[in-house]
T-cell receptor, first 115, second 115 residues
Framework: DVKVTQSSRYLVKRTGEKVFLECVQDMDHENMFWYRQDPGLGLRLIYFSYDVKMKEKGDIPEGYSVSREKKERFSLILESASTNQTSMYLC??????????????FGEGSRLTVL | AQKITQTQPGMFVQEKEAVTLDCTYD???????LFWYKQPSSGEMIFLIY??????QNATEGRYSLNFQKARKSANLVISASQLGDSAMYFC????????????FGSGTRLQVQP
């Protein structure tokens, strides 16, 4: 089975702290994604990556950055956490395919609270 | 760009009855894929079913079927014979042929199955 592992299920941080959310997948997937989930808004794409050292902005990249130094690992970084970044963060991965097929495989999520 | 609309924030259904969760979409891509995910209270995202825009038949996976009406741009999920374990958030998502490889998600529908 595909396994996507997020380093922390629950985090509590203070405003202004630097926060690292780590994600590792074990299926050699080319694509990796970071989403944010908020009630009533669904999942919104923050950043994604097609390959090592490659990244592209999603719909809500402000206040976030990412790093992909190895194919299996995709990190989300909050340079200076703010209270409006309190949310559930979901990492996902997928194979590259031609066309619109191919589901995303998700980690269990990281619930971040910024005080 | 793609857009997914789920207009039912919450739904109730009696155990053993069928339920339809609504999803409408908008895209300029000539080819696209539609996905449904289930998110139980534990938080993991579970892939349920996929429908390609050029598929001739509606997709089915066990008790899940996708009522795809291309002209109306709708992709409703039908769950037959509801079970208590079906209580969860359900998200509709899509990806186009062109553009980025990420999925665009709707805001979700919370389904509660009552005994």
């Amino acid at each position: 089975d595909v396994k996507v592992t997020q380093s922390s299920r629950y985090l509590v941080k203070r405003t202004g702290e630097k926060v690292f959310l780590e994600c590792v997948q074990d299926m050699d997937h080319e694509n990796m994604f970071w989403y944010r989930q908020d009630p009533g808004l669904g999942l919104r794409l923050i950043y994604f990556s097609y390959d090592v050292k490659m990244k592209e902005k999603g719909d809500i990249p402000e206040g976030y950055s990412v790093s992909r130094e190895k194919k299996e690992r995709f990190s989300l970084i909050l340079e200076s956490a703010s209270t409006n970044q309190t949310s559930m963060y979901l990492c996902a991965s997928s194979f590259w395919r031609e066309g619109p097929t191919g589901e995303l495989f998700f980690g269990e999520g990281s619930r971040l609270t910024v005080l | 760009a793609q857009k997914i609309t789920q207009t039912q924030p919450g739904m109730f259904v009696q155990e053993k009855e069928a339920v339809t969760l609504d999803c409408t979409y908008d895209t300029s891509d000539p080819s696209y894929g539609l996905f449904w995910y289930k998110q139980p209270s534990s938080g993991e995202m579970i892939f349920l079913i996929y429908q390609g825009s050029y598929d001739q038949q509606n997709a089915t996976e066990g008790r899940y079927s996708l009522n795809f009406q291309k002209a109306r741009k709708s992709a409703n999920l039908v769950i037959s014979a509801s079970q208590l374990g079906d209580s969860a958030m359900y998200f509709c998502a899509m990806r186009g042929l062109t553009g980025r490889r990420a999925l665009t998600f709707g805001s979700g529908t919370r389904l509660q199955v009552q005994p």
